[in-house]
């Protein structure tokens, strides 16, 4: 076990939880590194082993800075899925490649469908037109994007940040290969939407740090003094129309197994869906109900695009705050459908939204993410105890709440 993996672990879990896996003899942890050489800086006797008994490869490893250029994200993302695809196509054992996207990878669609909803499949969307050969485009647009950190079809598009295009591009390319080597049908591409904290397991709340960009956001909310905050959409009734679609990170991981078990291939989406995302009105009532000041932030709307300098920082960084998607979920409904009562009895494929949409186990994060932001801006820490409720880490909270 490496000092790193174990210092995460622990950080991230309680102790109970953390020993689970920091002492679990069935877990090899290989200190390597995806895109730096064709090993991975790994031994010849470790790659020979995995060679010898490797049937399914989860890569999940990726940088989620949305706003690193092309070019930084070619080290980040696309060098290191294409490396590691290559190298997993290489063992004979090979029975499923996993390759962890994102549902916004097509958010380019908003511009391009005009819609107040738009809907996504779970496909790839061509950035030509359908009849052309898209994982020869893909190609050359990666050879472009080495050579000059951009590409045609990414300036022809617009994408919310770098990185949804990155995402897009890297789809592409793991299926270019996966299609030389005509092994399509072992290669799956999960696409979660924005990751919220678990709904059950390993526990109700639980999140990573920087786990959940929506406890970002709302950090960022916490520490603003003014009575409006400038958002950008293109809804009648924005309030009610716009949605933000956070998966509860279980949602994700049971979904990706299940599929697993079952051999799907090609894309699925795991997301909240058409009846799990939340309206904008449902976030708001659960941020302001956390926000310390005497009076509520409201919520700004202007028919300004997303890339707009007027809107509020924490919107020019998200982007898609009054954007809505309408991600399919279909493969995994039909699933679901075909499992019998006992097998779905402990798995967490549909977000419960059973409950109102609360931000109470999240107070340690928001806290600690909103002295975080006024460190950055140099303002006074005072201000992050003052305007955000500290609560105690969820992981030492009883199902009710409490310590």
Same mark, same amino acid.
């Given at each position: 076990?490496?000092? %790193?993996?174990?210092?995460?672990?622990?950080?991230?879990?309680?102790?109970?939880?953390?020993?689970?896996?920091?002492?679990?003899?069935?877990?090899?942890?290989?200190?390597?590194?995806?895109?730096?050489?064709? =090993?991975?800086?790994?031994?010849?006797?470790?790659?020979?082993?995995?060679?010898?008994?490797?049937?399914?490869?989860?890569?999940? #490893?990726?940088?989620?800075?949305?706003?690193?250029?092309?070019?930084?994200? +070619?080290? =980040?993302?696309?060098?290191?899925?294409?490396?590691?695809?290559?190298?997993?196509?290489?063992?004979?054992?090979?029975?499923?490649?996993?390759?962890?996207?994102?549902?916004?990878?097509?958010?380019?669609?908003?511009? +391009?469908?005009?819609?107040?909803?738009?809907?996504?499949?779970?496909?790839? &969307?061509?950035?030509?037109?359908?009849?052309?050969?898209?994982?020869?485009?893909?190609?050359?647009?990666?050879?472009?994007?080495?050579?000059?950190?951009?590409?045609?079809?990414?300036?022809?598009?617009?994408?919310?940040?770098?990185?949804?295009?990155?995402?897009?591009?890297?789809?592409?390319?793991?299926?270019?290969?996966?299609?030389?080597?005509?092994?399509?049908?072992?290669?799956?591409?999960?696409?979660?939407?924005?990751?919220?904290?678990?709904?059950?397991?390993?526990?109700?709340?639980?999140?990573?740090?920087?786990?959940?960009?929506?406890?970002?956001?709302?950090?960022?909310?916490?520490?603003?003094?003014?009575?409006?905050?400038?958002?950008?959409?293109? !809804?009648?009734?924005?309030?009610?129309?716009?949605?933000?679609?956070?998966?509860?990170?279980?949602?994700?991981?049971?979904?990706?197994?299940?599929?697993?078990?079952?051999?799907?291939?090609?894309?699925?989406? #795991?997301?909240?869906?058409?009846?799990?995302?939340?309206?904008?009105?449902?976030?708001?009532?659960?941020?302001?109900?956390?926000?310390?000041?005497?009076?509520?932030?409201?919520?700004?709307?202007?028919?300004?695009?997303?890339?707009?300098?007027?809107?509020?920082?924490?919107?020019?960084?998200?982007?898609?705050?009054?954007?809505?998607?309408?991600?399919?979920?279909?493969?995994?409904?039909?699933?679901?459908?075909?499992?019998? #009562?006992?097998? %779905?009895?402990?798995?967490?494929?549909?977000?419960?939204? !059973?409950?109102?949409? !609360?931000?109470?186990?999240?107070?340690?994060?928001?806290?600690?993410?909103?002295?975080?932001?006024? %460190?950055?801006? %140099?303002?006074?820490?005072?201000?992050?105890?003052?305007?955000?409720?500290?609560?105690?880490?969820?992981? &030492?909270?009883?199902?009710?709440?409490?310590?």
């Amino acid at each position: 076990m490496t000092s %790193k993996a174990n210092a995460k672990w622990s950080d991230m879990l309680p102790p109970s939880a953390a020993q689970i896996l920091t002492q679990n003899e069935r877990i090899t942890i290989l200190d390597g590194e995806i895109g730096k050489t064709a =090993t991975m800086n790994l031994s010849e006797e470790t790659l020979k082993r995995l060679k010898e008994t490797v049937q399914i490869v989860f890569h999940a #490893a990726s940088s989620a800075q949305l706003h690193s250029s092309l070019r930084e994200l +070619a080290h =980040t993302v696309l060098a290191p899925s294409l490396s590691l695809t290559q190298y997993a196509l290489k063992f004979p054992n090979l029975e499923r490649f996993v390759f962890f996207s994102t549902a916004y990878a097509n958010a380019h669609l908003w511009e +391009a469908q005009k819609s107040p909803d738009v809907s996504v499949d779970e496909r790839i &969307y061509p950035l030509g037109r359908e009849e052309e050969d898209y994982y020869k485009i893909a190609l050359e647009a990666w050879s472009a994007v080495q050579k000059t950190g951009s590409s045609d079809e990414y300036n022809a598009h617009d994408f919310p940040w770098p990185y949804a295009y990155a995402k897009h591009l890297a789809e592409r390319l793991v299926l270019q290969k996966a299609a030389e080597r005509n092994k399509m049908d072992k290669f799956l591409i999960i696409r979660p939407s924005v990751l919220g904290p678990a709904d059950k397991f390993p526990y109700p709340g639980f999140a990573t740090l920087h786990g959940a960009p929506s406890t970002a956001c709302a950090a960022e909310y916490m520490l603003h003094g003014g009575r409006r905050v400038k958002l950008s959409t293109r !809804s009648e009734n924005p309030n009610q129309e716009s949605t933000i679609d956070e998966v509860p990170v279980d949602v994700v991981v049971d979904r990706t197994l299940v599929h697993v078990a079952l051999g799907t291939s090609g894309c699925v989406h #795991a997301v909240s869906g058409e009846q799990g995302r939340l309206s904008t009105e449902e976030f708001w009532h659960a941020f302001n109900k956390e926000r310390r000041l005497p009076w509520n932030a409201k919520p700004s709307w202007t028919f300004d695009d997303w890339h707009s300098p007027d809107l509020h920082h924490t919107a020019r960084r998200f982007k898609i705050i009054g954007t809505s998607f309408a991600f399919s979920q279909e493969r995994t409904v039909r699933v679901a459908e075909k499992l019998s #009562a006992k097998e %779905k009895e402990n798995l967490q494929l549909f977000a419960d939204r !059973s409950s109102p949409y !609360s931000l109470r186990l999240r107070r340690h994060h928001i806290h600690r993410q909103a002295v975080e932001v006024a %460190k950055k801006k %140099k303002w006074p820490l005072c201000s992050a105890r003052l305007l955000c409720r500290k609560g105690k880490s969820v992981a &030492y909270l009883d199902k009710n709440g409490n310590v």
